[in-house]
């Protein structure tokens, strides 16, 4: 049990001084970040792409509104 706390102590000792060393404002996403973003970009490209070609084969042709052929009929007045 006496070497859990000197091994502790000892942590403590050497990585406190380490963590402070740390700037905030120089903390940036690394190669993970930006692996995660082309991957994403890459899904949304695919996608866009995907989605053009589907919509280039839709042949899509409004029906002629009959009711705009007809009068309108006067609104009711109690």
């Given at each position: 049990m006496a070497?859990?706390?000197?091994?502790?102590?000892?942590?403590t000792t050497y990585l406190v001084p380490l963590a402070k060393e740390v700037d905030e404002n120089k903390v940036t996403p690394g190669v993970l970040?930006?692996?995660?973003?082309?991957?994403?970009?890459?899904?949304?490209?695919?996608?866009?792409?995907s989605m053009s070609k589907q919509m280039r084969?839709?042949?899509?042709?409004?029906?002629?509104?009959?009711?705009?052929?007809?009068?309108a009929k006067p609104a009711a007045r109690p």
């Open positions: 070497d859990m706390s000197a091994s502790a102590s000892l942590a970040g930006f692996i995660v973003f082309a991957v994403m970009a890459l899904a949304v490209w695919g996608l866009m792409k084969k839709v042949d899509f042709e409004e029906a002629p509104d009959d009711r705009a052929d007809t009068p």
